[in-house]
């Protein structure tokens, strides 16, 4: 396997204009880097596979999380818990935890998950499935 060139983390952030692209930056052993363009509400989802790195690059990024829940359902009764994390923040979900996140002003985020647990669904899917969404792992 050839030897990957070095990945700027501003350089590819200022770069990302896709939002919410899930096409990984860097791969290493069974782990993917992602680098991701965030704006307004993400929908509920879990990673049964894979724990789940957030590292704030720029902005500001609000995560809600139902701890020991897998349940998606928007209209969930379960108890959440909320966090900003902010530019330089690194923050881990837990492996088949319920979470969602939003970027109100709009944050350029680096996620970091086993290989293909970050695929979700196309948006026609999605909206398929109603307001409760959910990821393929």
Excluded: C
């Excluded at 096409?23 to 993400?42: A, C, K, S, W, Y």
């Excluded at 350029?108 to 999605?126: C, H």
């Amino acid at each position: 396997m050839p030897i990957a060139a070095p990945v700027n983390l501003g350089a590819e952030a200022t770069a990302q204009n896709k939002i919410w692209s899930t096409d990984p930056h860097v791969r290493f052993n069974d782990q993917e880097l992602t680098i991701m363009r965030l704006e307004g509400q993400f929908y509920w989802h879990v990673h049964n596979d894979s724990d789940e790195m957030f590292l704030i690059i720029d902005g500001e990024v609000f995560v809600e999380t139902r701890e020991g829940s897998t349940n998606i359902d928007e209209e969930a009764d379960a108890p959440t818990t909320s966090r900003w994390l902010r530019k330089g923040d690194v923050f881990v979900v837990p492996r088949g935890t319920a979470h969602r996140s939003a970027a109100p002003k709009g944050a350029s985020v680096m996620f970091g998950l086993k290989s293909n647990a970050l695929l979700f669904m196309k948006d026609d899917e999605k909206e398929a499935e109603g307001s409760q969404g959910s990821v393929s792992d």
